[in-house]
């Protein structure tokens, strides 16, 4: 059974920075692409970033680009997400996501057939 792992999660205050992991197993990810939604308490889950499959093609949304960085091991099978100058309105539970190309996470995705993690909690004190 596909399992994806997420860590890193944490309460930090605004301005900190975290590293999201985000660890597959039972399945090889290194064909396809993995990417970061994050769901706020009465909010959609929403897009986050998304890495291809070599780390070739990034995508951010832009309420997190130049703050948030994704990338990839895939040696180790895992996704990584790292945050800077956290911003209270970052506060969510952070999903990982697996499968596909990066068009079934952006602009329109997620797209059915991806695999989920749990998700992590970040909260951003201000």
């Known amino acids: 059974q596909v399992q994806l792992v997420e860590s890193g999660g944490g309460l930090v205050q605004a301005g900190g920075s975290l590293r999201l992991s985000c660890a597959a197993s039972?399945?090889?990810?290194?064909?396809?692409?993995m990417g970061w939604f994050r769901q706020a308490p009465g909010k959609e889950r929403e897009f986050v970033a998304v890495i291809s499959w070599n780390g070739g093609g990034t995508y951010y949304a832009d309420s997190v680009k130049g703050r948030f960085t994704i990338s990839r091991n895939n040696a180790k099978n895992t996704v990584h997400l790292q945050i800077n100058t956290l911003k209270p309105e970052d506060t969510a539970v952070y999903y990982c996501?697996?499968?596909?190309?990066?068009?079934?996470?952006?602009?329109?995705?997620?797209?059915?057939?991806?695999?989920w993690g749990q998700g992590t909690q970040v909260t951003v004190s201000s």
């Open positions: 039972a399945r090889t990810f290194s064909s396809s692409a």
């Open positions: 996501a697996a499968g596909g190309t990066t068009a079934a996470y952006y602009p329109g995705g997620p797209s059915r057939g991806l695999y």
